[in-house]
């Protein structure tokens, strides 16, 4: 993938010791001269450490940050006063060397939940850290790669467009391969933009992007204590967000459905993407809840799994999704052919429908018959190899 980084950033990576694996686990964004910033985070009630810290900082520095730094193997979640001041102290260690304040450092951590972060090997990699931040593409490169954990592959997207002769670009990086879910699906996300915006501005449209693609994607049905989405604009490009708003708003929420379509794409184990195309709802909301029943039903995605084609799974989970529905209403069409007719079998092709299923992406429609909302919801399969990521993850 070829692209431009946006101006007034810088990134680096390294291994602190963190990962058993001894491979990097830890990653920095610095903007020297600072960045206004807009974040959303996780509605897991149970939250992480650098949330918190996260939450506090962005609110005290009135969303202004000059550093991110993120580390991969270890959550800080449920690891108490411990947790917070150890989240506090990589933020003011890296405010010391940058010499700028501690709000203005934004941690993130993911991993492991329940095990104390071992703080002090983060805050002895920072001086190489800091020292080694380039501007260069290998640098975003490497710093994509060291916040994985479970995940097989880096995931990348970028967007620009030309304004007045200016050219405003955004590239974003994402993590996450398990644990994804709607409310805001073990996830991070960094998004970095060089147009000249404002924290209120930032904010609306970063939740408007997130609706159209992190909160439309299930591989598990489990919601992260960790999950983080955060938009850094260092305003570079001399372009004022109120004169290109469609633009960037459409650029942005391009990047981010990339992003959630890479994590569906590297689920843990996961063997087919599903496209749910859910019409004919009274709105976005009972789509979306209707579309999250069917996704993180077992059933249905062990259904997926197997490439049988059993839409009385889905149906099911339709049933007892919440939504009030008229079952008599309700099509499921396999692609092209349809598998269930006015919420009954009706006659098909099964040899073609298990070959259409034995494709690595492909659709399902719903038609519900109740009004004219419509939602597509990435979601995927239920594999033993699933099973045998989460069963051995902490040993």
């Known amino acids: 993938m070829s692209f431009s980084l946006p101006e007034g950033f810088l990134f680096s990576s390294g291994t602190a010791g963190i990962k058993a694996s001894g491979k990097p686990d830890v990653s920095l964004a610095l903007a020297p001269d600072g960045a206004s910033a807009a974040a959303m985070f996780t509605r897991n009630q149970v939250v992480a450490a650098p949330v918190t810290v996260g939450r506090e900082h962005l609110r005290r520095s009135r969303g202004k940050i000059q550093a991110v730094i993120v580390n991969a193997g270890n959550a800080n979640c449920a690891t108490g006063a411990h947790g917070v001041r150890a989240a506090k102290v990589v933020c003011s260690a890296t405010a010391k060397v940058l010499g700028t304040d501690a709000s203005h450092v934004f941690p993130s951590s993911t991993g492991i939940i329940g095990v104390l972060l071992p703080f ?150 996961a063997k087919h993407v599903v496209t749910l195309k859910i019409q004919q709802a009274r709105s976005t909301a009972e789509a979306r809840q209707i579309a999250s029943a069917i996704a993180n039903s077992p059933l249905v995605k062990t259904a997926w799994a197997g490439c049988d084609p059993n839409w009385g799974r889905m149906l099911a989970a339709i049933g007892y999704s919440g939504v009030k529905v008229k079952p008599d209403h ?48 990435l979601s995927c399969d239920l594999t033993a190899e699933y099973v045998h990521i989460n069963a051995d993850y902490s040993t």
């Open 120 to 269: 002090e090997k983060i805050v002895t990699a920072l001086p190489v850290l800091i020292a080694s931040a380039n501007a260069g593409p290998e640098a975003f490169d490497k710093f994509a790669t060291a916040i994985m954990t479970t995940d097989t592959r880096k995931k990348i997207a970028a967007a620009e467009f030309v304004f007045k002769k200016k050219t405003v670009r955004l590239v974003g990086a994402a993590k996450g391969a398990g644990m994804i879910h709607p409310n805001m699906a073990t996830m991070l996300v960094y998004l970095f933009t060089d147009v000249i915006a404002t924290r209120r501005e930032l904010q609306l449209c970063l939740k408007n992007a997130v609706d159209q693609s992190f909160n439309n994607i299930s591989i598990d049905g489990d919601t992260s204590t960790n999950d983080t989405a955060l938009l850094l604009a260092s305003g570079k490009s001399g372009v004022q967000f109120k004169s290109v708003r469609k633009q960037f708003a459409a650029a942005l929420a391009d990047v981010c459905r990339s992003l959630a379509e890479q994590i569906i794409r590297d689920g843990e184990g």
């Open 330 to 377: 309700i099509n499921i069409y396999l692609g092209n052919q349809q598998i269930c007719r006015n919420g009954a079998a009706h006659p098909f092709d099964k040899v073609h429908a298990h070959e259409y299923m034995k494709q690595p992406a492909y659709d399902i429609r719903f038609n519900l018959g109740l009004g004219k909302a419509k939602l597509d919801f």
